[in-house]
């Protein structure tokens, strides 16, 4: 008469089970052998349990008479191994009591094992079901396959047997499966959010730790932790993670883990719905008395209001234009369309007595205006990048990256997001920023200069015509500075201001007040020409010193060369590098014109001595 529930288990000692298990899930951790309506028997002996795992493992298959007796004694069978095996396997056939189960054929035995008898078999099934439901997005199922394979397991696989016995490579792959369906299971409790998140920290605190490297467990832990009120937790679970992976493999975490990092840094998916995100809103304030440049701000609110796509904007100009001016003015014509909030970071192309921001230095600092710790920031600058990117993708956030010094300083600082916009101001248009819109500016015309004047300095009186408005060049920067002049000194009329201007060695003494002066900008530009290690950068630092002492109201490379005697090729280099950084505007090709109050500071420069330039100021040698 033949049992009925004969099944065999692998996933721990080699067992048999007696018995139909009650039909239903199994809960979580239990096993097959301790379900009711089922009973184990015994399998005591080592070798009866060596023999069992042999013919398991190729279930259905001849297992020779040479293989066994290599697996129950090493390698070293004894004389009596041939009669010792044949009373085992009649020991197993009396443990079976099912005729026809295990067979001898010619050459060895093959013990028979229908369609769901053998735990791993069922594991499997369990495994595939589980894999189809993830694909499908249904973690309800997900989460009731994975419970039910994983409540199969008894210990390891083979446990208990020696190396001889084989089967690594299935231990290896159960393994391997084990651990995939703990992290499918995972991912579907938090993915179902219930009430039992909290009752995954230890068990997952425990896999984190036997797998340090598993990136996968460590993700669901931070999440884990985070939805049930931990960020802190959270946030070292992903510090420690980044150290160990960069000081064992020098690698960042992949991109799960950084969008686990992202939600516990903008304090999303919490138990309660509240939301940790701090809107930034770091504008300066808008201009006080913003005149003119009409067409430009419609042309830059066009671009940044187009749907789909991430708007970027190069505001580009010489010193003192008014290129922060109209970039703050737009910002906060633009707040209500940017509803993640505004962020600012002065780049420092320009700044006198300072050296540009490094990318570094700038992704570190907006990544913690986001919030994002200091020992968060990623310290490769591709990994800070992505960070950044991923943290203002869902957003609508707009950045003004002010002063630029190169399209290399601020391309890692871009976002992706399609809701998100950028202003960047320059003195170079940065052409070799791809897919962004230009705005150059050039100084304002005589009604609007006029007005900056009055709306600055109190005077209705300053018309158009007024020798003010030429004086200064039509520079925002320079108006200003006289605006503040006649503020502060009420006795002090336009038309006395005009005479000091007019009569004055160097305009440049007097448009210089508190911390408004167009020459400390216009050092900084020169300093740092003269001082790069780029030869035409040089070259042009050079240049202008030769217009100024030459006193050019315009050039060429060809006029230039023969003025001077320089080389004509490094000539043209040179000037337009002076109109890349907008020392110079070219105003018909191959022709150069200096701003009215570029040309005072270069005469000023031109006076003093060349330390990067033989006798007679000529160009260096390269």
């Known amino acids: 008469m033949t049992r009925r529930g004969l099944r065999f288990g692998l996933l721990g000692t080699p067992v048999l089970y007696d018995g139909e298990p009650t039909p239903g899930e199994p809960t979580r951790g239990q096993a097959p052998c301790t379900r009711r309506g ?35 004694w090493g ?38 094992v229908d369609d769901g008898e053998l735990d791993v078999q069922v594991f499997d099934a369990h495994a595939a079901a589980a894999r189809a439901a993830r694909a499908e997005g249904d973690w309800e199922r997900v989460r009731r396959e994975c419970r039910a394979a994983l409540g199969l397991w008894r210990g390891s696989p083979l446990g208990g047997l020696a190396p001889e016995v084989g089967g690594y490579a299935l231990v290896r792959r159960l393994e391997e499966a084990r651990l995939l369906l703990h992290e499918w299971r995972f991912d579907a409790e938090l993915a179902l959010g219930d009430d039992s998140l909290a009752d995954l920290v230890p068990e997952l605190s425990a896999l984190a730790a036997e797998h340090p490297l598993r990136e996968a467990y460590h993700r669901q832990l931070m999440l884990a932790l985070h939805r049930t009120g931990r960020q802190a937790e959270a946030l070292v679970v992903h510090r420690d993670l980044r150290a160990r992976l960069a000081d064992e493999l020098g690698v960042e975490p992949g991109q799960p883990v950084r969008e686990a990092h992202v939600e516990v840094l903008r304090g999303s998916g919490t138990r309660d719905g509240a939301s940790r995100w701090v809107r930034p809103a770091q504008l300066p304030p808008a201009p006080a008395h913003f005149v003119g440049r009409a067409g430009v701000r419609e042309g830059i609110v066009r671009v940044l209001s187009g749907a789909g796509v991430t708007g970027a904007v190069v505001v580009s100009g010489t010193a003192g234009v008014g290129k922060s001016a109209l970039a703050l003015q737009v910002a906060h014509d633009l707040e209500e369309r940017f509803s993640g909030g505004q962020l600012y970071l002065n780049l420092r192309g320009t700044e006198p007595g300072s050296a540009p921001l490094t990318a570094e230095r700038a992704l570190a600092s907006l990544l913690r205006d986001l919030g994002v710790p200091s020992g968060d920031v990623p310290e490769h600058p591709d ?132 911390d408004l002066g167009v020459r400390r900008s216009l050092d900084a530009a020169l300093d740092a020409l003269t001082a790069s290690e780029r030869r035409t950068d040089r070259d042009a630092a050079l240049v202008l010193r ?77």
């Open 38 to 72: 089922a009973s184990v028997l015994p399998v005591t002996s080592p070798k009866l349990r060596t023999l069992l795992a042999v013919l398991l493992l190729d279930a259905g298959r001849v297992v020779s008479v040479e293989g066994l007796k290599d697996a129950l």
């Open 75 to 112: 390698g070293a069978p004894p004389v009596s191994a041939l009669p010792s095996l044949h009373n085992h396997v009649a020991r197993l056939r009396r443990l079976l009591d099912e005729p026809g189960r295990l067979l001898t054929v010619p050459t060895g035995y093959v013990l028979r």
């Open 383 to 514: 990994a800070a990048s992505a960070l950044l990117r991923s943290l203002l993708a869902p957003s609508r956030t707009l950045l003004v990256l002010d002063d630029a010094a190169s399209a290399a300083q601020v391309r890692p600082l871009l976002p992706a997001g399609p809701g998100c916009g950028v202003v960047l101001t320059s003195r170079s248009p940065l052409t070799a920023l791809d897919g962004a819109a230009r705005f150059p500016l050039r100084p304002l015309n005589d009604e609007e200069s006029a007005a900056l004047l009055r709306a600055a300095s109190g005077r209705d009186g300053i018309a158009a015509r007024h020798p003010l408005v030429a004086l200064t060049g039509r520079l925002p920067l320079a108006l200003r500075v006289v605006a503040a002049r006649l503020a502060a000194r009420r006795a002090l009329t336009p038309d006395a201001l005009a005479v000091q201007l007019a009569a004055a060695d160097s305009r440049l003494d007097l448009l210089d007040y508190d």
């Open 546 to 622: 030769h217009i100024g002492a030459l006193d050019l109201t315009c050039c060429d490379a060809p006029s230039l060369a023969r003025l001077t005697g320089v080389d004509e090729a490094r000539a043209e280099a040179a000037l337009e590098r002076l109109a890349d950084v907008a020392l110079l505007e070219e105003t018909a090709y191959g022709r150069f014109e200096p701003y009215d109050l570029v040309r005072d500071f270069a005469r000023e420069r031109a006076a003093e001595p060349c330390a990067h330039a033989p006798p007679g100021c000529h160009f260096a040698s390269a």
